[in-house]
Nanobody, 124 residues
């Protein structure tokens, strides 16, 4: 079992920045691919990006490249999502997720463990 707890969400003005954190406990954090997903009200859950177990590989939704950055600190069992130049359409609940699979995947089905989510609201 892996327990994931997100933090850092909140209300921010368009153009601003937020950094989300996801703290993991349980099994060895460095064994897991970590992903970030988001779900806006009335919409389906959407892939944001992932980071490999050693942090050397990251991949993002095309529309987010250049604005969002995922990093991790395996010594602290934490993965981060840095969000810059936020837009109104970035408003959503953001989830981190952990995958023990050998392959890197943007599919939600590949991630077994999920956090409870943190709300990000971007205002004009």
């Amino acid at each position: 079992q892996v327990q994931l707890v997100e933090s850092g969400g909140g209300l921010v003005q368009a153009g601003g920045s937020l950094r989300l954190s996801c703290a993991a406990s349980g099994r060895t954090f460095s064994n897991y691919v970590m992903g970030w997903f988001r779900q806006a009200s009335g919409k389906e859950r959407e892939f944001v990006g992932y980071i490999s177990q050693n942090g050397r590989v990251t991949y993002y939704l095309d529309s987010l490249k250049g604005r969002f950055t995922i990093s991790r600190d395996n010594a602290k069992n934490t993965v981060y999502l840095q969000m810059n130049s936020l837009k109104l359409e970035d408003t959503a609940v953001y989830y981190c997720a952990a995958s023990a699979g050998l392959s890197l995947s943007p599919m939600a089905e590949a991630y077994r463990y999920w956090g409870q989510g943190t709300q990000v609201t971007v205002s004009s």
